[in-house]
């Protein structure tokens, strides 16, 4: 099965509602049991936060020039997401 790719506008998404996750839960956390120290809290909210303003950075780029890698293929049909090159690549 092939590698699942997207693209940067998908990651971007993903990661702004990993954020929201993250603002929602991790306070209980942190305060509940002490499961997650603040400082540790605090840190990862930022690098999720990082990781969204990459992408969409990626993103608005993509709309202002096209694909930025030429490697967008078109949907192979109704509701099918097109593949891009993964961040992993």
Not at 36 to 55: G, P
Not at 61 to 76: N, Y
């Amino acid at each position: 099965m092939p590698e699942p790719r997207f693209t940067p506008a998908e990651l971007a998404k993903c990661a702004r509602r990993e954020l929201g996750w993250r603002h929602r839960v991790y306070p209980r956390r942190v305060s509940h049991g002490g499961r997650l120290d603040a400082q540790t809290a605090q840190r990862e909210i930022a690098m999720m936060e990082a990781i969204a303003e990459h992408f969409e950075r990626l993103a608005a780029e993509e709309r202002r020039t096209g694909d930025l890698f030429g490697e967008i293929e078109p949907a192979q049909g109704p509701g099918d997401l097109p593949a891009a090159r993964s961040f992993m690549d």
